[in-house]
């Protein structure tokens, strides 16, 4: 299977996630609960900047070079494959887990932190309860995240989403994502696991859990270094990398998968069109 079969395997797994959000884990009973709320993971632990793929910023903003611009505009198309897959999937959970930012948690008795609200996206009204906590004896932020959709179908009501750890820090994490079309049957779909210094360091690593046939074992990595950018993508079924590679502020980069350029990679320069590879 190639690289452009992302988009029918997360698609598969990620699309239905459109209407959920975020929640946490009973606190053990056997500490004194914290008294100050855990400070929220970040916004950048779920999502990807590929905007520069976008076709209004990409190639057709920098379309006066006559020359080829082949290799960037194959990237623009994979990557589109990906946005479809993993950032639309991503944008309205992500959209209803930063709206937590501004409201104020309450301690509960269960010696949680809960943040309730309502978020309004689109024409889609959500009820969301993230509750977080500091889990002493494993020494992380614990995190659980429900949501009330009624209009959903199935109807979501306190379905649990996605759960997940950082430790204290708030630098690295893990979420564990869950199948909204199964709420009676809990069903890992996604493991996302994350490392955030901030928005220029930071590496975020899609699993495919579900156990389907189609994709199970499938990985997405996402990895930020200064400039550097990169998108790498491992075929489990195949046993084959692709990769994407960009600078955030030149733009250029190349990319590299087994359906292109007979596999090698294939570069392109700061105005997006077509060079020989480096020396």
């Not at 590496?203 to 990895?223: A, C, M, P, R, W």
Request: net charge negative.
């Amino acid at each position: 299977m190639h690289f452009y079969k992302i988009g029918i395997k997360f698609c598969l797994i990620i699309l239905p996630v459109l209407f959920l959000v975020f929640g946490c884990e009973k606190n053990p009973t056997d500490t004194m609960p914290e008294t100050t709320a855990p400070t929220l993971p970040p916004a950048g632990s779920m999502t990807l900047d590929v905007s520069m793929f976008n076709s209004n910023t990409g190639s057709l903003a920098k379309a006066a070079s006559p020359e080829s611009k082949s290799n960037f505009n194959n990237a623009v198309i994979r990557v589109a494959l990906i946005n479809t897959a993993v950032l639309t999937g991503m944008a309205v959970p992500t959209a209803v887990f930063v709206a937590a930012i501004t409201e104020k948690p309450t301690l509960e008795p269960d010696g949680k932190f809960h943040w309730v609200y309502v978020v309004q996206y689109g024409t889609m009204t959500f009820k969301a309860e993230l509750t977080g906590w500091v889990d002493i004896t494993d020494n992380k932020i614990k995190w659980e995240m429900f949501i009330t959709n009624n209009a959903y179908k199935p109807a979501l009501e306190n379905f649990k989403w996605y759960e997940g750890w950082s430790n204290l820090e708030n630098d690295k994490g893990q979420w564990v994502i869950y199948n909204p079309q199964k709420p009676a049957a809990p069903e890992k779909v996604i493991q996302l696991d994350w490392q955030y210094n901030n928005e220029n360091d930071r590496n975020l690593i899609f699993t495919n859990v579900s156990g389907n046939e189609n994709g199970n074992g499938d990985i997405l990595k996402y990895t930020v270094l200064n400039t550097d950018c990169k998108i790498e993508f491992f075929d489990k079924s195949e046993n084959f990398n692709s990769i994407i590679f960009w600078d955030s502020v030149t733009t250029a980069g190349y990319l590299q998968v087994p359906n292109y350029n007979n596999g090698q990679p294939a570069y392109w320069d700061e105005n997006h069109d077509d060079i020989a590879p480096p020396v």
